[in-house]
């Protein structure tokens, strides 16, 4: 008896949640940039939001490969790096929230919608998991 325990909705979740990040990103950048125009923004601060914004990205390519991989070779160890990988992006994602230099309502949203999809994201790879533990263990 050969079982797929692969999940084709955290395939798709995964793919939709970078689609946004690549939205997210460009439009949290030209937001930053345009706070850093019209606002008194210290230079420290825009430097670390512009660098957690990057490392973010990089860990979100890092969740997305993880995942993916994990899910198609049924990995247990790439999912569960994809799970430590999406409590970053989730405590980043919460940084750019709530904690960065100036939060606008835009930020709030976009960086809400993010949030939930991560959850989601987060939910399904550790169902995964379990599914893929209780049959090899």
């Known amino acids: 008896l050969c ?3 692969s999940s084709v909705t955290f395939q798709l979740l995964l793919k939709l949640t970078t689609v946004y990040f690549v939205f997210y990103f460009l439009f949290t950048l030209g937001l930053i940039i345009r706070k850093s125009l019209v606002l008194p ?3 420290d601060a825009l430097v670390c939001d512009v660098c957690l914004l ?3 990205a990089a860990l979100d390519f890092l969740h997305f490969f993880c995942g993916v991989k994990g ?3 049924e990995s247990e160890r790439y999912i569960l790096a994809n799970l ?3 409590g970053t992006t989730i405590l980043l994602t919460i940084y ?3 904690w960065q230099t100036y ?3 835009a930020d709030i949203i976009i960086s809400s919608v993010l949030l939930v999809a991560y959850g989601l994201d987060g939910v399904l790879a550790l ?4 599914r893929l533990a209780s049959v090899y263990s």
């Open 103 to 105: 939060v606008m309502r």
């Open 41 to 43: 923004y210290p230079v």
């Open 71 to 73: 899910n198609l070779t």
């Open 96 to 98: 750019f929230l709530v």
């Open 3 to 5: 079982t797929q325990l």
């Open 127 to 130: 169902s995964t998991l379990a």
């Open 84 to 86: 430590i990988v999406t």
């Open 54 to 56: 990057f490392l973010l």
